[in-house]
């Protein structure tokens, strides 16, 4: 089955208002930037987005975010985004803070149909008790806070219990992909894509370089086809931007010579 989508415009085009979104990357790096944009073009708005961070201001997800259009966020951290934390503080945007280790399983239990597990991550703390504000009044009080979770001892030890990830949609990024939805993402790019692809019902891939079925070692694969929906070629120009989240560079050091 071929699943290839002449371009991201017409992949995202059936998103609607208040759907829910699974969106792979890690700060900037193996975002799905042009879904993103064209997510942004279409004026979808009210989403739900699940992923490790928001972006940064103008980048990622901090477009849609710094337009309006999202509505709640699941996530582990805000990151170097300042729009996002003022939204936050403001009662703009609901927001879930989950450990990052129990948000990548919960991702990936959604995309394997367990709907919930027990871990002992966030035992002790307000993670397991509730309590931590989601959402905020324009006066900065609280209004929302998360629910006390259910704990059970296993071999002694008490454990959470947390739900299976699913969305109405996912937003991914990979290095190569083939026309079967196969997909191959290049070192820490790998990072929440292939758990998020899982968690989709519908799974939108943008690949840098699409490649005929049968070209992909199965040994190199990733994530497999059955995952993925919709694959959308990029573009050279699309492939090659990538932004860098925070430039660090060394500073030169002078040595003395020796005669």
């Not at 959604?110 to 991550?121: D, K, Q, R, S, V």
């Not at 699309?238 to 925070?246: G, M, S, V």
């Amino acid at each position: 089955m071929d699943k290839t989508i002449i371009n991201a415009d017409l992949a995202v085009a059936d998103i609607g208002d208040g759907a829910t979104l699974a969106v792979g990357g890690f700060g900037l790096c193996g975002i799905p930037s042009a879904l993103i944009s064209a997510l942004h073009r279409c004026g979808t708005t009210r989403l739900g987005v699940v992923s490790n961070n928001c972006g940064t201001d103008g980048h990622g997800l901090g477009v849609l975010l710094a337009a309006g259009r999202i509505a709640r966020i699941t996530g582990s951290y805000v990151g170097e985004n300042k729009e996002f934390a003022r939204q936050y503080l403001t009662g703009e945007v609901e927001v879930e803070l989950v450990p990052q280790g129990t948000l990548a399983e919960r991702l990936r239990a959604g995309g394997c149909g367990i709907p919930a597990f027990y871990t002992p991550a966030g035992v002790g703390t307000q993670v397991a008790e509730g309590g931590i504000p989601w959402r905020h009044d324009a006066s900065g009080g609280v209004v929302v806070t998360s629910p006390r979770k259910e704990v059970r001892a296993f071999d002694g030890r008490d454990h959470i219990l947390e739900h299976g990830i699913t969305t109405d949609y996912a937003l991914v990024r990979a290095a190569r992909g083939d026309r079967h939805g196969n997909l191959v993402f290049d070192r820490s790019a790998r990072n929440f894509n292939p758990l998020a692809a899982m968690a989709g019902r519908i799974t939108i891939a943008e690949v840098e370089e699409l490649v005929e079925p049968g070209e992909l070692d199965p040994d190199e694969i990733h994530l497999p086809g059955v995952f993925v929906q919709r694959v959308v070629p990029l573009t050279s120009r699309q492939a090659a931007d990538k932004q860098i989240e925070r430039r660090t560079v060394s500073v030169p050091t002078t040595r003395g010579t020796v005669d």
